[in-house]
């Protein structure tokens, strides 16, 4: 086998992986991993404002807003005005959401920080560069994207709309 069908199946195998995990989270939580990584940022505050979240997750404030629209109509979260400031809006946690989170999976991504940190300085810059790289290949560097492994869009169907090959 040669180089280019070895660096395609390590692809694929990355994608499947992510792909398999979406789908044990669909399952398990009716939850998407960027659904659980918005209610994971929301555990860490008090309260948070779309914004904040949009900044943390690197997407656009309206991407933030429809992944809000659906953790509100699953009753996770609740949006609250602000007491200081009216024309705020606070995102909190509601039982179900913080019940979600203690029963989601263990994450791919949670894994995958975990051993990327242990590498050497060297070893992780020489990941980065591969990737950026890869990423530059497909013409893939204007594409939005969070620091999240999930395949597929951020504004996709909930998991129980999903067709069974995503």
């Known amino acids: 086998m040669d180089r280019t069908d070895i660096s395609l199946i390590a692809l694929r195998r990355i994608l499947r992986a992510t792909e398999l995990y979406g789908r044990t989270l669909a399952r398990t939580a009716g939850l998407t991993p960027v659904q659980v990584r918005v209610l994971q940022i929301v555990l ?66 949670q894994k995958y920080v975990d051993e990327f940190e242990a590498l050497a300085d060297w070893e992780q810059a020489m990941i980065v560069a591969a990737l950026e790289r890869v990423v530059s290949m497909l013409d893939a560097s204007a594409l939005e994207a969070s620091p999240l492994l999930d395949t597929g869009e951020l504004h996709r169907t909930q998991p129980t709309d999903l067709p069974l090959h995503e």
């Open 44 to 109: 860490s505050h008090d309260s948070v404002t779309p914004k904040a979240i949009a900044m943390q997750l690197g997407v656009s404030p309206a991407t933030v807003s429809t992944l809000l629209d659906r953790l509100a109509a699953k009753s996770m979260i609740e949006r609250q005005r602000s007491d200081v400031d009216r024309r705020q809006t606070n995102i909190m946690l509601t039982d179900k959401g913080r019940n979600a989170i203690k029963n989601v999976p263990d994450p791919l991504q």
